[in-house]
C-alpha cells in the first residue's frame, strides 16, 4: 500500500513538473511571438537601417566639414588653434573672468557648416523625397 501511494505521488509530481515546464515554454513563445510582433509593427528594422545610415551619414559630413569647411574658416580666421584658444580677460571690482569666445565662435562655426553640408547632400540627392507618401 506504501508503494502504490509513492507510485501515484511520484506520477502526480512529475505530471505537474511537465505543466510548469509546458506553461513555462509557452510563456516564452508567447513573449517571442510578442516581441517578432513588436518589431514588425513599430519598424523597428527601419529604424535600424536608418541608423546604420545615419552613423555612416555623419561619418561623411564630418569629414566633409574637417576635409573642406575648416580648411576655409582657417584660411579666413588665420590658424584654427588660434580661434579656439581666444579669450576676453575682464576685471572688474577686484574679480576677474576669463570668456572663451574662440571657442564657443568656433563650435558655431562648424555647426553651422555641418548643417550647410547636410542641407546640401540632402537637396543635391533628392533625399527630403524619399519619405514622402506617393499621392493617389
Do not use: C
Not at 60 to 71: A, C, D, H, Q, Y
Not at 74 to 81: L, M, P
Not at 122 to 133: A, M, Y
Request: hydrophobic share 45%.
Amino acid at each position: 500500500m506504501a508503494e502504490k501511494k509513492t507510485s501515484t505521488s511520484a506520477k502526480q509530481s512529475s505530471s505537474k513538473a511537465r505543466n510548469v515546464a509546458s506553461r513555462s515554454t509557452e510563456h516564452v513563445r508567447g513573449h517571442v511571438n510578442g516581441f517578432v510582433d513588436f518589431i514588425r509593427k513599430q519598424g523597428v528594422i527601419g529604424l535600424a537601417v536608418g541608423l546604420a545610415i545615419g552613423t555612416a551619414a555623419g561619418d561623411t559630413v564630418k569629414r566633409l566639414v574637417e576635409g573642406f569647411i575648416n580648411p576655409i574658416v582657417q584660411f579666413i580666421v588665420g590658424s584654427g588653434d588660434k580661434l579656439a584658444n581666444a579669450t576676453w580677460h575682464v576685471e572688474l571690482f577686484g574679480r576677474e573672468a576669463d570668456f572663451a569666445w574662440g571657442a564657443a565662435l568656433s563650435s558655431a562655426i562648424t555647426l553651422l557648416a555641418t548643417a550647410l553640408v547636410i542641407y546640401w547632400l540632402v537637396n543635391v540627392f533628392k533625399l527630403d523625397r524619399l519619405d514622402k507618401k506617393k499621392d493617389a
